[in-house]
């Protein structure tokens, strides 16, 4: 596994569809399904990229791992301005923060290793600790679902310790 890039994210709006899940009841898919087709009616995008964000209740969410803890979970896309948001989906402003950025290829349902490395080896080595911002998934042009040579960006909010 390789070290992160440490970036700060600037302050952003997304407009996509969001639901309440947990990892024992994940309906990623029903959520994806759903939103993907749709994208073409919210006004204002300012590229391609689809973003897989979750807002946990706790910064101990990972620590006191309960499978059947939930958390929202949106899909949605980045947006210039807000004026006219579709039925059925909402806005979320991603604050400004500091984000450790880990790439990721394969697929995505394989991607529970990488996510042993950050939360169980890389963060409790680092200088750094979880802040309470949204975690997301960038999912840019190199992304292809569930093909071995799918890529795409793993962001975890960060505070120095």
Do not use: C
């Not at 973003?51 to 309960?66: K, L, S």
């Not at 958390?71 to 947006?79: C, G, L, M, P, Q």
């Not at 989906?89 to 697929?107: D, H, Q, R, S």
């Amino acid at each position: 596994m390789i070290a992160p890039r440490i970036q700060t994210f600037p302050a952003t709006l997304l407009v996509g569809k969001k639901s309440i899940t947990s990892f024992a009841k994940n309906n990623t898919f029903d959520l994806w399904h759903s939103f993907s087709p749709r994208k073409k009616e919210i006004n204002h995008s300012i590229n391609n990229d689809s973003y897989a964000v979750e807002i946990y209740p706790t910064t101990t969410f990972f620590q006191n791992f309960d499978p059947t803890q939930e958390f929202e979970k949106w899909a949605a896309i980045s947006v210039s301005k807000i004026e006219e948001i579709p039925d059925d989906m909402e806005a979320l402003t991603i604050p400004k923060g500091l984000y450790a950025v880990f790439p990721y290829k394969g697929k995505p349902s394989e991607a529970m290793e990488t996510f042993r490395y950050i939360y169980g080896e890389w963060l409790p080595n680092s200088e750094y600790e979880l802040d309470s911002r949204p975690y997301f998934a960038i999912m840019g042009d190199k992304y292809k679902g569930e093909h071995p040579e799918s890529e795409e960006e793993f962001w975890v909010p960060i505070k120095t310790r």
